[in-house]
């Protein structure tokens, strides 16, 4: 395969795994009740997951991508996002918060690869696209480590408590 051909596969996997991003985010997001930050953050990384899907979109174009062929992709990756599961666990707010940090790290070594393959496929105008992304990634990764405390504590406070709703 050429270099062309692999980086267009991994043009591919990066717009499947942004769709997965999006109903994984979605799904969080609709399901918390009692921990606003996390659940703010959570939305306003959807946002931004939305945009990114755009600009994928763009280099896709860019790169005469058949949006047709992306249907693979796309259930390769719904695979992988079942093994994030954990929502519906009786503590589910804390193993979604891992959950997301685990995924924003996927998804930060995935742009940090496909930076090196846009230069070897010789697709220079896509970089600071993908660096732009890759600068979303690692904040969110960033508030998402620096926040599991945060949440494993209220969880913890939450369960202990009788009456009160823990889990999401
Ligand atoms: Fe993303």
Redesign the pocket.
Known sequence: MTPQENYHDWLRDAHA??KQ?ESMLNAMSSRIDNYPDLRARIEQ?LT??QG?IKLLETVMDRNDINRSLMKDATSKMAAMGQSFGGMFAPDEIVKGAISSYVF?QF?IAC?TSLITAAEKAGDSASIDIFKQ?LA??KA?AEWAINHIPDVTEQFLLRSAAEGVEAKK
């Open positions: 795994m942004e991003a990384h931004e997951t990114q924003e998804e742009y992304i979303e990634e969110m």
